[in-house]
T-cell receptor, first 114, second 119 residues
Framework: GAVVSQHPSWVICKSGTSVKIECRSL??????MFWYRQFPKQSLMLMAT?????????EQGVEKDKFLINHASLTLSTLTVTSAHPEDSSFYIC??????????FGPGTRLLVL | AQKITQTQPGMFVQEKEAVTLDCTYD???????LFWYKQPSSGEMIFLIY??????QNATEGRYSLNFQKARKSANLVISASQLGDSAMYFC????????????????FGTGTRLTIIP
C-alpha cells in the first residue's frame, strides 16, 4: 500500500520553542493532507486540512497562528507548532488519500514540551 | 450529534475466538464510505477495511470482514480467529463523499474500542 512518512517520530523541546513536523507521501501525490492530534486514550481530532499551493483550512477551535501549516509540494506538508507549551504535548499524525477507498496515515510524531 | 458511535470502550476476547466490534453511523448523504483502522501501542494507524455505501456485498480482507447493515446504519468489524497481535485500539471512521472533489473529504472517527486478546 501507499506510504506516508513523518519526521521526527519523537521530539522533546523546551517551552517557548517552535517545532516543525514533516509529512511526506512517498509513492503518491497528495494535493491535500490532513493533520490530526490525539491525546492519550482518546480518538483522533482533525486539526486542519493542508492544501498544496493554498492556505490550510483549520477546524473550529484550532489556532492557525499557533499551528502553522505549509503544503509546499504535492508530497510534503509541514506543521509547525509555534511557541510550544506543555499543553501542546500530544501525538500528531498526518494522512492523505491514496485512492477513494484508502486514507493512509503517517506513523505519527510524539511531542513533549517541557 | 455524534456521527460515528462505538459503544464498546474495551473488549477482552480469548485467543482464536472471533470478535465483533460495533460501529453505528449517522449521515444523510447517500454516498459515503466506512473504514476501520487499527492502532497498536506504537501509535501508527493501520488501514484494515473499507465499505462503500453502494457496495452490494460486505467487504472482506483476510481475517477481517465488515458486517454492513445499511438500513440499521451499522458497520461492525468482524475479526475471525483472533491472534495476540490483534490487541490494539480499533477505530471506525466515515467519509461523506464528494466524489467530484476527491482528496478533500474528511474522515470522522469514532471514540474507539480497545481490544485485548487473552492467551
Amino acid at each position: 500500500g501507499a506510504v506516508v512518512s513523518q519526521h521526527p517520530s519523537w521530539v522533546i523541546c523546551k517551552s517557548g520553542t517552535s517545532v516543525k513536523i514533516e509529512c511526506r507521501s512517498l509513492d503518491f501525490q497528495a494535493t491535500t493532507m490532513f493533520w490530526y492530534r490525539q491525546f492519550p486514550k482518546q480518538s483522533l481530532m482533525l486539526m486542519a486540512t493542508s492544501n498544496e499551493g493554498s492556505k490550510a483550512t483549520y477546524e473550529q477551535g484550532v489556532e492557525k497562528d499557533k499551528f502553522l501549516i505549509n503544503h509546499a509540494s504535492l508530497t510534503l506538508s509541514t506543521l509547525t507548532v509555534t511557541s510550544a507549551h506543555p499543553e501542546d504535548s500530544s501525538f500528531y499524525i498526518c494522512s492523505a488519500w491514496d485512492t477513494q477507498e484508502t486514507q493512509y496515515f503517517g506513523p505519527g510524531t510524539r511531542l513533549l514540551v517541557l | 450529534a455524534q456521527k460515528i458511535t462505538q459503544t464498546q470502550p474495551g473488549m477482552f476476547v480469548q485467543e482464536k475466538e472471533a470478535v465483533t466490534l460495533d460501529c453505528t453511523y449517522d449521515t444523510s448523504d447517500p454516498s459515503y464510505g466506512l473504514f476501520w483502522y487499527k492502532q497498536p501501542s506504537s501509535g501508527e494507524m493501520i488501514f484494515l477495511i473499507y465499505q462503500g455505501s453502494y457496495d452490494q456485498q460486505n467487504a472482506t480482507e483476510g481475517r477481517y470482514s465488515l458486517n454492513f447493515q445499511k438500513a440499521r446504519k451499522s458497520a461492525n468489524l468482524v475479526i475471525s480467529a483472533s491472534q495476540l497481535g490483534d490487541s490494539a485500539m480499533y477505530f471506525c471512521a466515515m467519509r461523506e463523499a464528494v466524489i467530484s472533489n476527491f482528496g478533500n473529504e474528511k474522515l470522522t472517527f469514532g471514540t474507539g474500542t480497545r481490544l485485548t486478546i487473552i492467551p
